[in-house]
């Protein structure tokens, strides 16, 4: 018999995935989390019946996150990551020989544990002597702190439940605040095929507080319309232009200058319909 996971993407669209076994199941602070081994995704983890990521196609989204903005500026020495509680952005944060600290806070620390044990792919970042980890709300994280960041990246869940305030105009203003003169954060910000106007609206928000404000795409077969966007919002490297490339030793499966270049190219229809004119 076969047994299936299926996730409500949206009304009238459904994914369902084919289960090998169930690895492990707990109910955190916050949220219920469940690991299984799958068909063709290999290892996943869902919180809330939600899909975060996948051992087939998790490197693309991870090393574009991170590699886009951390690339793009001249020079990152202290890197913000909020969110990211499996690990995977975290992992490739540290491939960066020339950082020199990264704080990492996310609201779970069940997330955190889950993956430490049950995704070994993905959890080498958090034994990285750079670390700062630390567990609390990020969005009163950015409120109370006076550190000041190179680079900020955005890892976090949807708009909904304990993510929504991380796609807020207020939280945006606060990143805008703790970045360096030549800051740049990057966020991810959902599927622009089938959630058009949250796209837009995360969009817009962040143009309406960085002088610099650019979308990137990437394919995600796990996640809604199996497409998916980040957007960049900087204070002057811009963001379509990589400084640097990655080192030949990280063994990148994603990301390149090539790819770097390529993510950036947005259809007329898409902008037409997220309101971006050049």
């Not at 809330?48 to 087939?56: F, L």
């Not at 490739?92 to 069940?110: A, F, K, L, P, W």
Request: proline fraction near 6%; aromatic fraction near 10%.
């Amino acid at each position: 018999m076969k047994v299936y996971f299926v996730e409500d993407w949206l009304d009238g669209l459904y994914l369902g995935v084919q289960i090998e076994s169930v690895v492990y199941t707990t109910r955190t602070k916050f949220q219920e989390l469940a690991i299984f081994d799958t068909v063709e995704f290999g290892r996943m983890l869902t919180l809330d019946n939600v899909i975060q990521v996948t051992e087939v196609d998790e490197y693309i989204y991870h090393e574009c996150i991170a590699h886009v903005p951390l690339l793009t500026h001249p020079d990152p020495k202290r890197v913000l990551l909020i969110g990211g509680g499996d690990g995977g952005t975290l992992r490739e944060i540290t491939r960066h020989q020339n950082i020199e600290s990264i704080t990492m806070v996310d609201i779970d620390e069940g997330v955190i544990e889950a993956s430490k044990k049950y995704l070994p792919g993905f959890n080498q970042g958090f034994y990285d002597p750079r670390l700062n980890l630390v567990i609390q709300d990020g969005s009163v994280f950015v409120s109370e702190t006076e550190e000041r960041f190179d680079v900020i990246i955005i890892d976090s869940t949807d708009p909904e439940g304990p993510g929504e305030v991380l796609f807020t105009t207020e939280f945006y203003q606060s990143l805008r605040r703790l970045l360096t003169p030549s800051g740049i954060m990057c966020a991810q910000t959902e599927s622009p095929l089938v959630m058009t106007q949250t796209v837009k609206d995360i969009y817009h928000r962040i143009a309406d507080v960085f002088p610099i404000t650019k979308i990137f795409n990437v394919p995600m077969a796990c996640y809604p319309g199996g497409w998916w966007c980040f957007t960049c919002g900087s204070l002057g490297p811009d963001p379509e232009k990589p400084l640097r490339e990655p080192e030949e030793s990280w063994n990148l499966k994603f990301y390149s200058p090539e790819v770097h270049e390529k993510v950036f190219i947005l259809g007329p229809k898409l902008k037409r319909d997220l309101g971006i004119r050049e």
